[in-house]
């Protein structure tokens, strides 16, 4: 079965600041990644597909990038309403596992 | 507009059966591509995915909780059903329905959630 890591678990910034998270998967996935953002006592919401597709709606500060088994999230300025947990997830081939979460707070 | 919402017990006993119910609008089951799928989280805890159904009927569980899971459809309803067998404190959670679509099973549209709690 494939696993998905992510690092760093957990990260303090500054508004404005670049971010960076990254997750890997134990098999290649090909660009079959997605990312979601879960703020505090809220719904996943679906940020990124396909490793670095924006879903429609979400700010352009946010991107991915990756394939294979490498990925990584970027939020190019940090703001307060970012302030969440981001997990990825597998969307290449059952099990679909989610990776443990980042959780993203303001410094 | 794709809504999803979940229905079932708040609470159920150790070793008890769960049943959720996913009612859905806003798109079709039995649309080329299109998936519901369950997730949950306990309380503090990561994202955990556990059932998905394709709208031809495949149905795919995870490894760990595979044997007892059942995943069905009733598309005249709009519903997906979840049932979950001998439940267990540790099973504590919000359980999510949510749509997929696309060449990859990403979630795209979520439930609001509902919280059950295993307890005696």
């Known amino acids: 079965d494939i696993q998905m890591t992510q690092s760093p678990s957990f990260l303090s910034a500054s508004v404005g600041d670049r971010v960076i998270i990254t997750c890997r998967a134990s098999?290649?996935?090909?660009?079959?990644l997605a990312w979601y953002q879960q703020t505090p006592g809220k719904v996943p919401k679906l940020l990124i597909y396909d490793a670095s597709t924006l879903q429609s709606g979400v700010p352009s500060r946010f991107s991915g990038s990756g394939s294979g088994t490498h990925f990584t999230l970027t939020i190019s300025s940090l703001q307060p309403e970012d302030v969440a947990t981001y997990y990825c997830q597998n969307c290449n081939s059952d099990p679909f596992t989610f990776g443990p979460g980042t959780k993203v707070d303001i410094k | 507009q794709i809504t999803l919402k979940e229905s079932g017990p708040t609470l159920v006993k150790p070793t008890q059966t769960l049943t959720l119910t996913c009612t859905f609008s806003?798109?079709?089951?039995?649309?080329?591509?299109?998936?519901v799928g369950w997730i949950r989280q306990p309380p503090g805890k990561a994202l955990e995915w556990l059932a998905l159904?394709?709208?031809?009927?495949?149905?795919r569980y995870s490894p760990s909780l595979k044997n007892r899971l059942t995943i069905t459809k009733d598309t005249s309803k709009n519903q997906v059903v979840l049932t979950m067998t001998n439940m267990d404190p540790v099973d504590t959670a919000t359980y999510y329905c949510?749509?997929?679509?696309?060449?990859?099973?990403?979630?795209?549209?979520w439930g609001q959630g509902a919280l059950v709690t295993v307890s005696s």
């Open positions: 098999q290649g996935i090909s660009n079959y």
């Open positions: 806003g798109f079709s089951l039995t649309t080329r591509g299109v998936g």
């Open positions: 949510a749509h997929r679509s696309g060449t990859g099973t990403r979630f795209g549209y």
């Open positions: 159904i394709y709208w031809d009927d495949d149905k």
